[in-house]
C-alpha cells in the first residue's frame, strides 16, 4: 500500500516516514517544502492547490499522514492560513484521486484548559495559541469534508519523542544537558505532568487504524503514564549515567490544571490500540 507523510521533515513526520516503511511494509514517500536526497521524498508545497492535486493524481496514494503544519508563531495569521490551505489542498486532491484513508496529525493540547482528567476526546475545546487553533480547525475541516467521501483519523497527540529532535522542547533540552553533564534547573509549577508518546506508539495505531475499514473519527494516541519534569529529569539521569544535578525551584501549587492525564480507552476500542513503550524504553531507543 502507498502511503503519503506529509512534513515528513519534521519530526512527527521524519520519524513515522521511516518507521512505517522498515516496521509495517508500507510503501512510504515523504514530502515537505523542503527538498531531500532520501528515496521516495519529494519537495511539494502544499499552500499551492494546483501542485497538491497534481502530485496526488500522478502517485495515486493509498493513505495519506498529513503531518505538516507551521509551528513557528511569530506571525500567527500567517501560520494560521498556511496550516488551515495545506489541510484543504490535502483533503481535496486525497478527495480527487481516491485516497483511501487520512490519517491527520492534531495535538491535544487544542482542549486548552484542563477541566477534567483523564483527558478524553469528549473533553471541550478551547485552543489558546493561534497554532492549536489551526490545528482543531483541521480537524473540524477533515471530518466535515471526508464524510462520505474518504475515511478520515484525527489523531490527536501529545508532546511527540522520537529521533532527531530540535532543542525546543523540555525532552531534547534536557538530554541533551544530562549527556553533557550540566546541572539542570526546574521552574514552573511543580504538579504539572506532560505525556511522552514514542513515535513507534504512533506508528503502531496508524497500522492498527489501516486494517480496519469503515471506521472514521477522532481518537487520543498517547503513552500509558505521565511525567512530572522532576520524574523526567530524574529518570534521563539514571538511564545517561549522568554526573548532573537537578536544581529545583518549582512552586507547589496544587493544581490539577496541568495533569495532561490522558485516555486512549476509544483507540483501543477501535483499534486495538495499547502503548508498548514506557518512559525507559524510550530513553533507549534514543540512546542507542
Known amino acids: 500500500m502507498k502511503c503519503l507523510v506529509t512534513g515528513a521533515n519534521g519530526v512527527v513526520g521524519g520519524n513515522l516516514f521511516r518507521l512505517l516503511a522498515e516496521n509495517y511494509g508500507f510503501d512510504v514517500y515523504g514530502c515537505s517544502r523542503t527538498s531531500s536526497e532520501e528515496s521516495g521524498f519529494f519537495s511539494v508545497d502544499l499552500t499551492n492547490k494546483a501542485a497538491v492535486l497534481n502530485f496526488f493524481l500522478e502517485n495515486s496514494f493509498d493513505y495519506v499522514v498529513h503531518c505538516a503544519a507551521d509551528i513557528n508563531g511569530d506571525d500567527c495569521f500567517e501560520l494560521f492560513r498556511n496550516n488551515i490551505a495545506s489541510t484543504i489542498n490535502v483533503v481535496e486532491a486525497s478527495v480527487a484521486s481516491g485516497v483511501k484513508k487520512i490519517f491527520h496529525t492534531s495535538s491535544v493540547p487544542v482542549v486548552g484548559n484542563i477541566i477534567q482528567t483523564p483527558i478524553d476526546e469528549g473533553h471541550p475545546t478551547n485552543p489558546l495559541t493561534g497554532y492549536h487553533l489551526s490545528k482543531l480547525h483541521s480537524e473540524q475541516i477533515i471530518e466535515l469534508y471526508c464524510k462520505g467521501r474518504v475515511e478520515f483519523i484525527n489523531m490527536r497527540i501529545p508532546s511527540p519523542v522520537g529521533l532527531n529532535m530540535p532543542l525546543r522542547s523540555v525532552f531534547p533540552i534536557f538530554m ?38 469503515g471506521k472514521s473519527g477522532l481518537f487520543i494516541v498517547a503513552a500509558v503514564n505521565s511525567y512530572s519534569n522532576m520524574e523526567l529529569a530524574q529518570t534521563l539521569i539514571a538511564k545517561i549515567g549522568s554526573k548532573s544535578k537537578i536544581i529545583n525551584q518549582m512552586v507547589e501549587t496544587g493544581s490539577r490544571s496541568q495533569i495532561w492525564e490522558l485516555s486512549t480507552q476509544k483507540a483501543y476500542n477501535h483499534f486495538g490500540y495499547v502503548s508498548e513503550y514506557n518512559l525507559d524504553d524510550t530513553i533507549d531507543w534514543l540512546l542507542e
Open 176 to 213: 541533551a544537558k544530562l549527556r553533557n553533564n550540566e546541572n539542570v534547573t526546574l521552574t514552573g509549577d511543580a504538579c504539572r505532568k506532560q505525556n511522552f508518546l514514542d513515535m513507534r506508539d504512533l506508528a503502531s495505531f496508524i497500522h492498527k487504524a489501516s486494517l480496519v475499514d
